[in-house]
């Protein structure tokens, strides 16, 4: 178990790191935080459904989910489109 002493300072040793590393990749607007968002759109777009990307950043609901992310599931009709295109005529 860690004391708040032990896990603030272990906060800022990553966050100092973090920042750090992203000033010499000459990335210094991608913020840790940031890092958040970008597995759970990667679920999504190999498919997975919301249950499974509530999970991912322990979401309360899936609805939570669906308030932040619902913009990258495909619509209805992408998914129509995709599903006819992959028909051989």
């Not at 002493?5 to 000459?26: F, N, P």
């Not at 609901?61 to 129509?80: D, F």
């Amino acid at each position: 178990m860690f004391t708040a002493r032990t896990a603030t300072r272990r906060t800022r040793t990553l966050w100092a790191t973090w920042a750090e590393g992203s000033h010499l990749a000459k990335y210094p607007t991608i913020k840790l935080h940031d890092l958040r968002y970008f597995y759970p759109s990667g679920l999504i777009a190999a498919g997975c459904d919301v249950v499974a990307v509530q999970r991912s950043p322990g979401h309360s609901s899936a609805t939570v989910t669906l308030n932040t992310y619902a913009h990258l599931w495909p619509t209805a009709e992408e998914r129509t489109r995709t599903a006819a295109g992959s028909h051989a005529w």
